[in-house]
């Protein structure tokens, strides 16, 4: 079955979710990230997906100290998003002990920055896709661009791209299913490692995921809300 990979999104230092990734739908979960961590950990994870979501807003890593800090406490290997825009950036956050780095605005809006990147860095990187009504957005969700998901897709993986998380916005935060479609027309046009994210919410979709070829998923809500657990999916 599809791989958990459970997900802790920052703003202001705090755990949030966004829903549809509206700033203004955030909700603050329970535990601090440090508290959060430990517990994905013990229960189980064996990557975990950070995001800075106040820098992938901004442009520049906002969170950058308490994102080290939960690199250097975290026994699995953690890969981080949001802001990352610069080549000091990313060899900050690899020295800091982060595995892997995802890249989305500047992957979108710098080719050269991303030829650059995955030419010195292609083991240690994954571009992300997020999509709205299947065009690219970036800017912490917030700018829709006129490229379609499959022809970025095709485009990054001629530059390199080997790691490829996709994300339907509109599903986000929703738990109502994961964009199958779109995953499978993805996955069937490169031969990039696919992750999907985005509105995942029980054993059923990682199994639907798994049927069409997609062997990980980033999960935040459902494994908040207890309808994923890292230790054995249950069902609600």
């Known amino acids: 079955m599809t791989k958990v990979i459970p997900a802790i999104d920052l703003i202001d230092g705090k755990c949030v979710r966004l829903f549809q990734g509206d700033f203004n739908k955030s909700t603050v979960m329970g535990n601090d990230p440090e508290i ?17 979501l106040d820098g992938a807003r901004l442009g ?21 998003g949001g802001g990352i825009r610069s080549i000091e950036t ?17 992957a979108m809006e710098d080719e050269a920055f991303l030829k650059g990147v995955l030419k010195n860095f292609s083991d240690q990187v994954a571009v992300g ?12 969700w917030e700018t829709v661009v006129d490229v379609n998901y499959i022809d970025f897709a095709k485009n990054i993986e001629e530059l390199g791209a080997k790691t490829i998380i996709f994300t339907d916005i509109s599903r986000d935060g929703t738990l109502t299913g994961p964009n199958l479609e779109q995953l499978h027309r993805l996955n069937e046009a490169v ?42 999916v249950v069902s609600r």
Do not use: W
């Open 36 to 52: 959060q961590l430990q517990k994905f950990i013990e229960d189980g994870a064996g990557l975990i997906h950070i995001v800075d």
């Open 60 to 80: 520049a890593p906002k969170q950058f100290e308490l994102i080290s800090n939960l690199a250097k406490i975290s026994s699995v290997p953690i890969q981080v």
């Open 90 to 106: 990313i060899e900050k956050y690899i020295k800091a002990g982060v595995s892997r780095l995802v890249l989305g605005t500047a």
């Open 129 to 140: 896709i997020d999509a709205k009504n299947e065009k690219v957005a970036t800017r912490g």
């Open 191 to 232: 031969q990039c490692h696919i992750i999907a994210s985005g509105g995942i919410r029980n054993q059923h979709d990682l199994e639907a995921l798994d049927v069409i070829g997609v062997a990980e998923a980033i999960v935040g809500k459902a494994l908040y809300d207890g309808m994923i657990k890292l230790s054995g």
